[in-house]
């Protein structure tokens, strides 16, 4: 089922321009797409698949942490699946991995009164000692108010009880704050977990350390907790907290990217990618991030194929390990192309959650939007034709770093944040209905692009 | 300050009514409390004392089970601020409370795969043998279905995964899904968690037992957890679980009914009596449910005493013991009473959170639902003048019982029962602003209600 089109650089040459594409966005040209993306629509929609697949990955293997067996095990089945969906070229290709191991850990209120306090230890975090470090807790909002305070972090926890703006923002204190803690003086960080909303529900996630002080046992606890302790403290309470964390980071761990294609018609030797991550936090189901990610990307590949759609060029589904603590799987993707990176045309990553999808986010030059912006409006009746300028995800940056153009797929944001590496990162939490909606947003996208004479241009 | 009207029984009765007080509502009397009333709100509502003290009750003892030393700390700290306050009469009033201890507890799924699950035993739930049972769980949605399947249901554990409708349905299967289970040969009782949101959050609560089947162990599972187990069993899996609970049921135990007064300037034995319940389940801070209850109804009080406000009748606040796992302080409250409990004109309690008020549920005929009526007006400036037919609370229950009218407090409720028996019910998840509208709503009501001259008709 072949649509042929104009080329649509010809097109824009023949009215006279080069430079801005979006003038003359070839409507007629990308709309001729319009029959063969309402029937991946609809197939999409008719199909509940996606979530039922979604449901045997998380339910059958958990979460799937770096160097973990579940997230092996996971791959393997993943494999086995793509290969008995038809995909072609189904296969695995090795990455080494960062192998943090969480260990038992707990945290414990001492004054003004005892009581356990919900945290989850950070990703990376070093280990306390086996009785754990007992400290007085200094609490402060931000870094300038550490700063302010430095003399008094000196052999002190220290909490960055920071709330919520965005994620962007809020973030920092997670990936910087143990570092900022140490440089003052103080033997643990802890941080509020970085979210909006909580039912006492701990945020774990990575931080980082740097070469030029101690590495200081670092955890998250719930805005709850966290809030709890800066009252206290407020009120000229001693509070002190006894820290325990188990973690190890032993040796890298052997891992794997899974992928699989449909191979182009025309030009199989031009690509376009899309995925999502297939590792997790090692809480919760890891369903919303990424568990969905992968499996929209997949299911638009396999509705492809179940619709006949063998475009232009290949198209590759790919389920990327140890986006959560390394990114090493996007990087090892990148490393093990070569030359065939320059050949790709697009990569499409779905990591903001598969909620009600909205559109996407287009990291490249205005030619590509507008271009992308066309292939939008065939989603306008699912609501997500909204194309962004701006979009990336971490699996597919070593990729954009090399030119490639980039999609984030765009959805309803509203939730995603509250349940973001929590335990409560779990299949309830989305929608069959919507996750459909994102295959098929993913399904039209990709097809599009791979199918159309002339590649987008290079960012 | 006082406010001289005429007896809306009179006026009534003036106007050749006597069945239907409703259609001649004496509108210009109590609209005479509209200064006194606006005076009350605006106080209210400029003074932050109210989230300040229930700051110090819950983060200060944190949750207070009966029994707990925690509880009886709290009490001592309540009657000592009422006493500070300078109100009238503090004292507390022995109450003997069940004390039923947790313990340790935790649930693990063994088949298909092993994996930790999320629980909370249910209040008052026999423990398991130290290592805990062990079985194939039966899943079934509804009392119906396990009726269907009682033949599968022996030696099993049974799984209620009954999703939320509404409160008063859905934890009949807390109530009363140990027993169901047990008459079909359960060997112990999961549910899935009371409530429509969750974010891997358990909710604990009452369970009752009957006398004529076993007593078998019973704890709450999270919705995530539930439906998992529900859609592994749906995938033909064999789901085991072992389950360990190390709950204690001990003798019962001393606590208290904690309150004070505003004596009445001219009928200091008729009685209006407001509060909420003083003790909690052991898990988060009973903010919600329901420090913010008690501390709304005393700042009430305190707040009329502060205006120089002596109504003709006493207004009595109370902190309530033991709703949650026995009811033994409103039972209490009212044996202690005698025949005082008939010159009690009305009796109002906050236990629904003390969110956004909207006004107030009524159980009392319809002479006192239109007088009830005409007071709410006074709230409308706040957005709390809606009353509704029907109300009560557990603790002022036993009153109501014998005649006396009773009032809710009703809020917003969207997110009362995300929170209700958690570990996230803490101070945070209530807003100043919000709860000093409540303050301001119970002042009111209960201020105007026992100054007016006639006594509320009894139920």
């Known amino acids: 089922m072949i649509h042929p089109i104009r080329s649509l650089v010809c097109l824009a040459l023949a009215l006279g321009a080069s430079t801005s594409l979006q003038a003359q966005t070839p409507d007629a040209t990308i709309a001729r797409y ?3 993306a309402d029937q991946i629509i609809r197939t999409a929609q008719a199909d509940s ?10 339910d059958g293997f958990g979460h799937r942490l770096s160097g973990s067996p579940s997230l092996e095990r996971a791959i393997d089945w993943v494999l086995a699946e793509m290969t008995r969906d038809g995909l072609e070229n189904p296969r695995t290709e090795p990455v080494m991995v960062p192998h943090w191991v969480r260990g038992n850990e707990s945290a414990e209120l001492i004054s003004p009164r005892r009581a356990p306090l919900t945290m989850l230890g950070l990703g ?6 086996k009785a754990g470090v007992t400290a007085q807790v200094l609490v402060v909002s931000t870094f300038e108010e550490l700063e ?8 002190r926890i220290v909490l960055f009880d920071a709330p919520f703006t965005n994620y962007r923002e809020t973030v920092a204190y997670r990936r910087t704050g143990p570092v900022a803690a140490a440089k003052a003086g ?9 979210t909006p909303f909580s039912i006492r529900s701990a945020h774990t996630g990575s931080t980082r350390y740097d070469s030029t002080v101690t590495r200081i046992p670092a955890a998250a606890l719930t805005v709850e907790d966290a809030m709890m302790l800066h009252r206290m403290q407020d009120r000229g309470e001693r509070v002190v907290v006894r820290l325990s964390i188990g973690a190890l980071t032993l040796p890298d761990a052997p891992s794997r990217n899974v992928m699989a294609e449909i191979v182009g018609r025309e030009r199989p030797d031009e690509v ?5 991550h297939i590792d997790s936090w090692d809480v919760g189901q890891g369903a919303m991030d990424d568990g969905g990610g992968v499996v929209a990307a997949w299911e638009a590949v396999r509705l492809m194929r179940r619709l006949g759609l063998r475009p232009r060029r290949t198209v590759r589904v790919v389920g990327w390990t140890n986006e959560e603590n390394g990114t090493r799987g996007g990087l090892a993707y990148r490393d093990a192309r070569g030359a065939e990176v320059d050949r790709h045309v697009l990569a499409m990553e779905s990591d903001e959650g598969t ?7 287009f990291g490249g030059g205005p030619e590509g939007l507008a271009i992308v912006r066309e292939v939008g409006k065939l989603l306008a009746s ?12 971490a699996d597919i940056g070593p990729l954009m770093e090399r030119g490639v153009p980039g999609l984030s797929l765009l959805v309803d944001p509203t939730r995603y944040f509250w349940y973001h590496h929590t335990q409560g990162d779990t299949l309830d939490k989305l929608d069959p209905a919507e996750l459909a909606r994102c295959v098929a947003a993913m399904a039209v996208m990709a097809y599009v692009v791979a199918d159309v004479p002339e590649q987008l241009p290079r960012r």
């Open 382 to 393: 699912i609501g997500a034709d909204s194309v962004a300028e701006g979009g990336g995800e």
């Open 34 to 36: 319009r029959d063969v």
């Open 124 to 129: 990376g975090s070093v280990g306390t000692p």
């Open 272 to 276: 376009v990618v899309l995925g999502g």
């Open 186 to 194: 103080a033997i643990a960080c802890l941080i509020r977990s970085v």
């Open 49 to 58: 698949s996606a979530y039922d697949r979604l449901g045997r990955l998380v």
């Open 355 to 361: 909620f009600a999808p909205v559109g996407f986010g």
């Open 148 to 155: 302010a305070r430095k003399a008094e972090a000196k052999g």
